[in-house]
């Protein structure tokens, strides 16, 4: 079977359309359907099939899809290995990053690797409504997202995933809110509070959520927001309270107090996530210590 063929049998899994596939290969939708169809009579069995005005796969055309990846792994895996033998970490690395992310570790990642010869790291941000981060990866070779942890998705598409740091995520007041007083709150402490919320079902709104179980009451969410700025200066004009990452909530300076919530977990895991072929490049490997070495001294800057 051709590579390339095979490679867009497994472009088709991962983005869901022909006509998607033929936009990130610069195909038009009917060679990269010919493209298929030839692919089809080489395997010889049906890999796809008409749902709607679309193709989908077949389960062969799944199973196939999957030996693709395998394919594309260990030939990514030949040529980084013939790459650490004649020459240093090279080319180009895309990597995206979720704003409060980009915050914390851009600024001195991108001084690490400013002056490794003969690469060149592109760095993009994410739009922060995005249902899944996992979506980036077929068009970046590194994106770093916020989850709890390993997202179910992240394995169902063999994701290689690298943790980087986990950050506490606070309570935040505003300044001279009685609970101010306290060094640490429980969730028994914040419950009858209003709250500045985020969108349903998001990390941060999990929290709420697990404050509500445990303490037994439906708590009160006045206004919900995705973007943190917006809440810090709500929060500040004292309409209520939130939940806040640490390391990039602009607490006194704004007007706002933040206290660690003790009783119930409340932290983000902030992870690298790529393709497996791409993981196995030298570079993207290279990229990826170097944000691990950002995350840990940020960290250690800002340990207590």
């Not at 902030?270 to 960290?299: H, K, Q, Y």
């Amino acid at each position: 079977m051709d590579v390339r063929r095979l490679g867009l049998l497994r472009e088709l899994a991962e983005r869901g359309s022909v006509t998607a596939v033929a936009n990130a290969m610069h195909l038009t939708p009917s060679a990269v359907s010919q493209q298929l169809k030839t692919l089809e009579r080489e395997a010889g069995v049906a890999l796809t099939e008409r749902a709607g005005r679309g193709l989908v796969l077949t389960t062969a055309g799944h199973a196939l899809a999957q030996t693709a990846q395998d394919v594309a792994v260990a030939l990514q895996r030949a040529e980084a290995s013939w790459a650490e033998f004649v020459e240093q970490p090279r080319g180009e690395v895309s990597v995206t990053f979720f704003p409060t992310g980009g915050e914390m570790l851009l600024p001195g990642f991108l001084t690490r690797v400013a002056d490794v010869q003969g690469l060149k790291v592109v760095c993009t941000d994410q739009d922060p409504l995005l249902p899944d981060f996992a979506d980036l990866t077929a068009d970046h070779d590194i994106a770093v997202a916020d989850a709890p942890g390993i997202l179910a998705g992240w394995r169902e598409r063999h994701l290689v995933t690298v943790e980087l740091m986990r950050e506490p995520l606070d309570i935040v007041l505003p300044e001279g809110h009685p609970l101010a007083a306290k060094s640490e709150l429980t969730p028994a402490d914040v419950a009858d509070e209003n709250w500045i919320g985020t969108t349903e079902g998001y990390p941060f709104d999990r929290i709420l959520q697990r404050i509500g179980v445990l303490t037994g009451h439906e708590l009160h969410i006045v206004q919900r927001f995705i973007d943190n700025s917006i809440v810090e200066v709500l929060v500040a004009a004292g309409h209520g309270i939130a939940i806040l990452p640490r390391f990039t909530t602009r607490d006194r300076e704004n007007g706002l107090v933040t206290r660690p919530l003790v009783g119930v977990r409340s932290e983000r895991g902030i992870w690298a996530i790529m393709r497996p072929d791409r993981a196995v490049r030298p570079s993207v490997r290279l990229v990826v210590d170097e944000l691990r070495a950002e995350a840990a001294a940020f960290l250690s800057a800002h340990a207590g």
